[in-house]
């Protein structure tokens, strides 16, 4: 890693991508930025079968660096293309992943924070956590893949009330938004996240990038053209020595022993 603003270790399969600026809340600056692309790039190893993502300290993600853009207002319009264009790189390196990834969120979770947990694929609060799109507080309009990402979890009536306002929401009400998957105490939230990553390390890594990739484009397809890559996706599936466990598995009324493959 060229810095240390992200942490990233590998345990058993697992990839944890610990965000670490706790004393911003984990605010993204230009270092993070860099550090979390390098991360997930790293995290395109065939060796890893799961990806989360986590905060240091006190929360998950507070959004950009509101200090630094006050220190550089006047260079903001020519900086912020690139820099909005280095955390997009990181929200595509995501979606692109071929393994699931799960977001861990504890405390602050706004702005590029909320983005960057819609990016994932699944995401477990702590009852502390507290969200905001936040964007409309500064008078700008989200990125991240906030608009594309948002409106197809909460519809795009709602998305539009969440942006607009930036009204402040807890843990049980983005649960029942559909934004996070499920909701723990806050001393639980490690460990819940360790058994749902240990669970999916040892399922069929290969079966669970073609889901991904299939509910990704879903929105850009009609029916026939779905149920066409619905139909290619499993039949790539079952040239796979997984496919061919899980089938052996279940009429020998055993658990499959998955490789990923």
Same mark, same amino acid.
Do not use: W
């Given at each position: 890693?060229?810095? =240390?603003?992200?942490?990233? !270790?590998?345990? =058993?399969?697992?990839?944890?991508?610990?965000?670490?600026?706790? =004393?911003?809340?984990?605010?993204?600056?230009?270092?993070?930025?860099?550090?979390? @692309?390098?991360?997930?790039?790293?995290?395109? *190893?065939?060796?890893?079968?799961?990806?989360? $993502? #986590?905060?240091?300290? @006190?929360?998950?993600?507070?959004?950009?660096?509101?200090?630094? %853009?006050?220190?550089?207002?006047? !260079?903001?319009?020519?900086?912020?293309? #690139?820099?909005?264009? +280095? %955390?997009?790189?990181?929200?595509?390196? $995501?979606?692109? +992943?071929?393994?699931?990834?799960?977001?861990?969120?504890?405390?602050?979770?706004?702005?590029?924070?909320?983005?960057?947990?819609? /990016?994932?694929?699944?995401? $477990? /609060?702590?009852?502390?956590? #507290?969200?905001?799109?936040?964007?409309?507080?500064?008078?700008?309009?989200?990125?991240?893949?906030?608009? %594309?990402?948002?409106?197809?979890?909460?519809?795009?009536? @709602?998305?539009?009330?969440?942006?607009?306002?930036?009204?402040?929401? *807890?843990? *049980?009400?983005? =649960?029942?938004?559909? $934004?996070?998957?499920?909701?723990?105490?806050?001393?639980? +939230?490690?460990?819940?996240?360790?058994?749902?990553?240990? #669970?999916?390390?040892?399922?069929?890594?290969?079966?669970?990038?073609?889901?991904?990739?299939?509910?990704?484009?879903?929105?850009?397809?009609? +029916?026939?053209?779905?149920?066409?890559?619905?139909?290619?996706?499993? /039949?790539?599936?079952?040239?796979?020595?997984?496919?061919?466990?899980?089938?052996?598995?279940?009429? !020998?009324? @055993?658990?499959?022993?998955? !490789?990923?493959?």
């Amino acid at each position: 890693m060229p810095n =240390q603003t992200v942490i990233y !270790e590998v345990n =058993q399969a697992i990839a944890t991508i610990t965000l670490n600026r706790p =004393q911003q809340l984990n605010a993204m600056d230009h270092d993070m930025m860099l550090a979390m @692309r390098d991360a997930l790039t790293q995290a395109q *190893d065939d060796t890893i079968r799961v990806v989360i $993502i #986590r905060g240091a300290g @006190r929360a998950f993600m507070a959004g950009g660096d509101v200090a630094t %853009f006050a220190a550089r207002i006047d !260079e903001l319009s020519a900086l912020l293309p #690139r820099e909005i264009g +280095l %955390f997009h790189e990181s929200i595509a390196l $995501i979606r692109a +992943l071929k393994k699931p990834v799960i977001a861990s969120v504890h405390g602050a979770c706004a702005g590029g924070g909320l983005s960057l947990m819609l /990016a994932c694929d699944l995401a $477990i /609060a702590a009852q502390s956590a #507290r969200f905001t799109m936040a964007y409309a507080n500064i008078a700008t309009s989200p990125d991240g893949g906030a608009s %594309f990402f948002l409106p197809r979890v909460v519809g795009a009536r @709602r998305a539009m009330e969440l942006m607009l306002l930036a009204d402040k929401f *807890d843990a *049980d009400a983005a =649960q029942r938004l559909g $934004i996070v998957n499920a909701v723990v105490a806050d001393d639980a +939230l490690a460990a819940q996240t360790a058994t749902l990553a240990a #669970r999916l390390s040892v399922g069929p890594t290969h079966a669970y990038a073609n889901t991904k990739a299939l509910i990704g484009a879903s929105f850009e397809r009609d +029916l026939g053209a779905q149920l066409h890559a619905e139909m290619l996706a499993f /039949a790539d599936c079952a040239t796979g020595a997984d496919f061919k466990e899980g089938v052996k598995a279940f009429v !020998e009324k @055993r658990t499959p022993t998955f !490789e990923g493959a």
